[in-house]
């Protein structure tokens, strides 16, 4: 963000510097003093939110000539290091500029856009909080949504911007204005919408947040975390995890090592409310499945023995049967791992 005394404003932070060249002076100096430790650089957050992030509101001009100078002076001093516009809030709500187009009138103020950055950040919340896989008259799917900064990046006149996700999540506070989701729903979405993202080519995911900020039923804010609340974390047993937190960590087990991601649902002749994807590259081949529909029971090619992991970290040992193991798929995906 910005520095209180630097612009007209000194009680708020949520605002450019009235002289760019000030945020120039500081970008270079962090790329200098910790070009060995830090390679990615996300210039701002939000600025199409300008109620909340850029006061007292959004402005692509400005954001321009902002995202300019800093791109420069950070390649300048790391030429190997990687700059990416905002992370854009993407959906469109009442006191807010849309991501994409706030994208597009950035690029229309400075149309060599693509030549200054390396990626398009993006935050692709579910406004109401709903499944990745959801489309509806008024809501793009997961999967649509990062096709279409996809389809961004090409206007911009540079098909190879990297894509990342730089805010990700759903909340579980059950009061708030905008309604949660149980903490199963939220550990279940996080798998999914990670491997949604990682087949179309999305760099770099970050869940919001690490650990729940407060505990108001009616504060979405204080709740998208995978651990709970800790209201005296130096006196007490360390944070209890929230179901999210076990999906993750099996997340991580089935992802490590693992280089290709493939989209089977097609090839195995699934209905479109089942997916699978194939992880390979590393030691095992994991397939991961689900169903946004009836749970059901699938059969993925494969022989002798095979371990099914669950988002809630239990392990399992099946034998394949004339050529194929049974798996269960329902609403939280469970990950089918092959010795090669």
């Not at 450019?16 to 996300?42: C, H, M, N, W």
């Not at 204005?177 to 949604?196: M, N, P």
């Amino acid at each position: 963000y910005g520095n209180p005394w630097a612009n007209a404003d000194p009680e708020d932070q949520f605002r450019p510097p009235d002289d760019l060249s000030l945020f120039g002076d500081y970008v270079e100096t962090i790329a200098q003093q910790y070009g060995d430790r830090i390679q990615k650089y996300e210039i701002w957050n939000e600025p199409n939110a300008g109620v909340a992030f850029w006061k007292p509101q959004e402005d692509p001009v400005v954001y321009g000539e902002l995202l300019v100078e800093a791109a420069h002076r950070i390649h300048a001093a790391d030429p190997d290091a990687l700059v990416s516009f905002a992370g854009v809030f993407l959906p469109k709500l009442i006191l807010n500029t849309g991501g994409l187009d706030f994208i597009r009138e950035v690029h229309t103020a400075v149309p060599d856009l693509a030549s200054h950055i390396d990626a398009l950040a993006f935050h692709p919340y579910r406004y109401p909080f709903s499944a990745p896989e959801l489309e509806t008259d008024t809501q793009d799917s997961l999967l649509t949504t990062t096709c279409a900064v996809k389809d961004i990046a090409a206007e911009l006149g540079d098909e190879s911007l990297r894509l990342w996700m730089t805010e990700m999540g759903w909340h579980t506070a059950p009061d708030s204005i905008a309604a949660g989701v149980s903490e199963s729903e939220q550990a279940a979405y996080l798998v999914r919408s990670t491997l949604i993202a990682l087949s179309l080519g999305v760099e770099v995911y970050s869940w919001y947040t690490f650990q729940d900020s407060g505990n108001d039923p009616e504060n979405q804010e204080n709740m998208f975390g995978l651990y709970n609340w800790d209201e005296d974390p130096e006196s007490g047993p360390e944070p209890t995890p929230k179901l999210a937190a076990k999906a993750f960590s099996t997340l991580s087990l089935a992802l490590a090592g693992q280089h290709h991601i493939q989209d089977l649902s097609i090839d195995l002749d699934f209905d479109p409310q089942t997916w699978a994807y194939k992880l390979t590259g590393g030691p095992q081949t994991v397939t991961a499945v689900w169903s946004t529909g009836t749970e059901s029971s699938l059969l993925l090619p494969g022989q002798g023995t095979a371990e099914v992991l669950s988002t809630d970290g239990s392990i399992e040992t099946i034998r394949s049967g004339s050529g194929a193991f049974e798996v269960p798929a329902g609403p939280s995906p469970v990950f089918l791992v092959q010795e090669e």
